[in-house]
């Protein structure tokens, strides 16, 4: 709402700096209520993402609109990727004793990941103040009110009667269903990289590949590749000739049959028998899910920023950001119970990667009719 009324740009920048300085501060937290305090701080500052879609909303034209959210998919994407990669990167005194032992990074363990994140967030903000362009003119932006006492001028008095008149309404049935289709989206992918990271460092006698930190983020460096490749090669084409819903059915296809492939995969999960074999199953399987998720994202994206044509359009991306917070709040904490839920069956942890699916296709059904419309 703030960036309707203020303006795209300050609103970016601060957030992007408030991005830079709360991981630092997590990763000196030395008390788990610090830790819970600065994380809060962290998701204070994080509308970047719902900024950058009003942002690109309105800089991009239907020609381009295609390669514009692709590519803002495909940062998305790298970072789901870089996170889990710059989180091995804890403990470096571990690691790398002789460089780290008896340095501040050993006191505090977490700090360097934190560290090297906040110094790229501090690079972007700058790069971001020196290159952005402010692209809401003040005579667009809304107004919380005048001074006391003032009289309304005739340009505020009509856009109050058309706000009393829509006030009766909510967003249309469309915009919901893209808002719906957003977030589920959203807390279905955060379940399933939660799922990845805890299935593949658990014990191999608990269904798991026993894999170390670092080599949780190398077999993820993989998964960067298919979305990169989906970009750069076919993905604007496909979208121009299919239309955005075909994108999301093939989406939705290459994803689930990524993950939902683990019973499969699970065989492999003896190193001394299949050795590398392990890391290259997981890397094409990461690969080809990245790959689903990338065209999902892609799709919904254009499905929001269609959606929001004619109405606050930060505002609505705000509406999307706040379901797609709480839906990564909850679908960690839902994936995690689950795994614990069907520890004791028969391959049973592969079984919330079959109900997440679930989740995320009901849906996308119920947000079926209204994303047809706005393709």
């Known amino acids: ?24 501060l997590l990763g000196l937290g030395q008390s788990f209520t610090a830790v819970l305090l600065f994380r809060a701080l962290g998701g204070f500052f994080c509308g970047n993402q719902a900024i950058l879609r009003t ?21 998305f994407v790298l970072g789901l990727i870089a996170g889990p990669f710059l989180g091995g990167l804890a403990f470096p005194a571990r690691w790398a004793p ?17 560290l090297l994140f906040g110094v790229a967030a501090v690079i972007v903000c700058i790069i971001g103040h ?10 667009q932006r809304c ?11 005739d340009m505020e008095v009509a856009d109050l009667a058309d706000a009393a008149r829509s006030s009766k309404y909510c967003y249309s049935m469309p915009v919901l269903q893209a808002l719906l289709a957003f977030c589920a989206l959203a807390g279905a992918v955060e379940a399933q ?37 989906c970009h750069l090669t076919f993905f604007q084409k496909l979208a121009k000739r299919v239309g955005f819903v075909q994108v999301l059915v093939l989406g939705f296809v290459l994803n689930s049959l990524a993950y939902n492939l683990y019973p499969v ?18 890397g094409i399987a990461d690969f080809v899910g990245m790959m689903g998720t990338f065209l999902l994202f892609s799709a919904v994206f254009v499905f929001l920023n269609r959606a929001s044509e004619g109405l606050n359009r930060a505002t609505v991306n705000g509406w999307a950001n706040s379901g797609r917070a709480l839906s990564r709040a909850i679908s960690p904490l839902f994936a995690s119970e689950l795994l614990n839920v069907f520890a004791e069956w028969p391959r049973g942890r592969y079984m919330p990667f079959h109900i997440t ?8 059904a119920i947000s079926w009719t209204g994303l047809r419309k706005l393709n």
Do not use: H
Not at 193 to 218: A, C, H, K, M, R
Not at 277 to 282: E, F, M, N, T
Not at 357 to 364: H, K, P, R
């Open 143 to 153: 107004k919380w009110g005048r001074k006391p006492g003032a009289a309304p001028s």
């Open 1 to 24: 709402m703030v960036a309707d009324m203020v303006g795209r740009r300050p609103c970016l920048l601060i957030g992007i700096a408030g991005t830079a300085v709360a991981p630092v």
């Open 357 to 364: 699916t679930v989740c995320l296709a009901l849906c996308i």
């Open 193 to 229: 990289n939660t799922l990845v990271i805890l299935v593949w460092q658990y014990p191999e006698s608990s269904d798991g590949f026993g894999f170390s930190p670092q080599q949780v983020s190398i077999v993820q460096v993989s998964g960067a590749l298919g979305p990169a490749l």
């Open 265 to 282: 995969y699970g065989l492999f999960v003896d190193p001394a028998k299949y050795g590398l074999w392990r890391y290259l199953i997981l």
């Open 98 to 114: 002789e460089v780290f032992g008896g340095t501040l990074f050993e006191r505090y363990p977490v700090l360097l990941p934190n």
């Open 130 to 139: 020196v290159c952005l362009e402010e692209t809401l003119p003040k005579g």
């Open 55 to 75: 942002y690109l909303g309105e800089v991009a034209k239907k020609s381009n609109e295609a390669k514009a959210f692709s590519f803002l998919v495909l940062c």
